[in-house]
């Protein structure tokens, strides 16, 4: 149980355009979603965190009008990084969080999005 | 808040000897503690974790870690390491409630044929 995916797993675009990445709980109802970054060879770093029908909630320093944070259902919550730039290369990885039980004292990561920016 | 601190960044070891990777934590409140392992373009995999009980916790591949409140610290032990152990290491701590984990900035195992 507990599995968490990510779509796509590796996205090329162009500078300026739109990237949407889906997150998913396949398998249990996941009331809080966070979303982290990570760069080569560093740790990961919580951008938001997201409960299911409210607003994300952005770390210092996370641009919310760059990452845009949809958490519209409980099994899927959505990053888009509009208008996309070089910098903004990465690895984005989800997380899931369930409302109980061992659902609640565990976040369970999706596998990954490497997203290029050309 | 929590924090987490991993005082190793790179920790070679030869073939079947033991290895010890470091973390503290700080926290004001009591915390559930996680080691993850991240093989190179991969997304992260769970070793352990202590949420209460045992201090001692035994994980995936042979791994176990123990909890030391005193010492503020959950040290991930292998006693004889493998080349595919080779990856990054990460400690994570959470507080209760609904808070994030907070990840280390991570140990490169590297295992030495």
């Known amino acids: 149980g507990a599995v968490v995916s990510q779509h796509p797993s590796w996205v090329i675009c162009k500078s300026g355009t739109s990237v949407k990445i889906e997150c998913r709980s396949l398998?249990?109802?996941?009331?809080?979603m966070f979303w982290y970054r990570q760069f080569p060879k560093q740790s990961l770093m919580l951008m938001a965190t997201?409960?299911?029908?409210?607003?994300?909630?952005?770390e210092q320093g996370v641009e919310k009008d760059k990452f845009l944070i949809n958490h519209a259902s409980l099994t899927l919550s959505t990053l888009t990084v509009t208008s996309a730039h070089p910098e903004d290369s990465s690895f984005y990885i989800c997380?899931?969080?369930?409302?109980?039980?061992?659902?609640?004292?565990?976040?369970?990561f999706g596998p990954g999005t490497r997203l290029t920016v050309l | 808040a929590q924090s987490v601190t991993q005082l190793d960044s790179q920790v070679p070891v030869f073939e079947e000897a033991p290895v010890e990777l470091r973390c503290n934590y700080s926290s004001s409140v009591s915390v559930y503690l996680f080691w993850y392992v991240q093989y190179p373009n991969q997304g992260l995999q769970l070793l352990l974790k202590y949420l209460s009980g045992s201090t001692l916790v035994k994980g995936l591949n042979g791994f176990e870690a123990e909890f030391n409140k005193s010492q503020t610290s959950f040290h991930l032990r292998k006693p004889s390491v493998h080349i595919s152990d080779t990856a990054e290491y990460f400690c994570a701590v959470s507080g209760p409630g609904n808070t994030p984990l907070v990840f280390g900035k991570g140990t490169r195992l590297s295992v030495i044929a």
């Open positions: 398998d249990f109802q996941a009331t809080t």
């Open positions: 997201s409960n299911e029908g409210s607003k994300a909630t952005y």
């Open positions: 997380s899931a969080r369930g409302a109980s039980g061992g659902y609640y004292n565990e976040q369970f």
